[in-house]
């Protein structure tokens, strides 16, 4: 089954520096790739999701990249705010084949 | 709001137990999947239903039942329950071959085991 690993486990930045989260995936089959923030004791909720027909994708100051060959797909974080920090998960899947597989997250900590 | 419902939003029950957790999917989405959060710990898959039918299984306890009716709604029991079951169960739905496979998840259930 599809295995998913997410690197760093934690991360620290400077407020208004550049944060990034990759992520690997070992089925290649898997051609769906979301990214989940999840704040404390919240809900994780959807924030840019990416197909395997395209190789990068933006919406204002968060972009994710994907790498078909290499299996790995990377969240970048503009501009980062203390609003930025919380949990991020990355997931993979394959489309209409209904199964996620989620990797163990990234503690994002933007420090003023 | 993500349109996912889950009731009871928070739990507090004994050892040996059992609870029920509900979740009534988005409008239209037929699959549901359920996963366990404890404290500081990645989201664990633990079952997958698609329209009625369950379609994948994850590290789920013999202790612990899912099953998702005829009106979508979904119900995860949870039996014989330890201290080690304390955490928040999440729900997720989505449309599951519509037109995406993006999953959103409800608020979820605490569950506390004293």
């Known amino acids: 089954g599809e295995n998913v690993e997410q690197h760093p486990s934690t991360l620290s930045v400077q407020e208004g520096d550049s944060a990034v989260i990759k992520c690997t995936y070992s089925?290649?089959?898997?051609?769906?790739f979301p990214w989940y923030k999840q704040e404390l004791g919240k809900r994780p909720q959807l924030i840019i999701d990416i197909r395997s027909n395209v190789g990068e994708k933006k919406d204002q100051r968060i972009a994710v990249t994907l790498n078909k060959t290499a299996k790995h797909f990377s969240l970048h974080i503009t501009e980062t705010q203390p609003e930025d920090s919380a949990v991020y998960f990355c997931a993979a899947s394959i489309e209409y084949g209904q199964n996620f597989v989620f990797g163990p997250g990234t503690r994002l900590s933007v420090l003023p | 709001d993500s349109g996912v419902t889950q009731t009871p939003k928070h739990l507090i029950t004994a050892t040996g137990q059992r609870v029920t957790l509900r979740c009534s999917p988005r409008s239209g989405d037929l699959s549901v999947y359920w996963y366990q959060q404890s404290l500081d710990q990645g989201l664990q898959f633990l079952i997958h239903?698609?329209?009625?039918?369950?379609?994948a299984k994850g590290n789920i306890l013999e202790r612990f039942s899912a099953q998702q009716f005829p009106d979508l709604h979904s119900e995860l029991n949870l039996s014989s329950l330890e201290l080690g079951d304390s955490a928040l169960y999440f729900c997720?739905?989505?449309?599951?071959?519509?037109?995406?496979?993006?999953?959103?998840f409800g608020e979820g259930s605490w569950l506390t085991v004293v």
């Open positions: 239903y698609y329209n009625g039918e369950e379609r």
């Open positions: 997720a739905s989505s449309a599951g071959g519509g037109d995406g496979n993006t999953i959103y």
């Open positions: 089925d290649s089959a898997s051609n769906y």
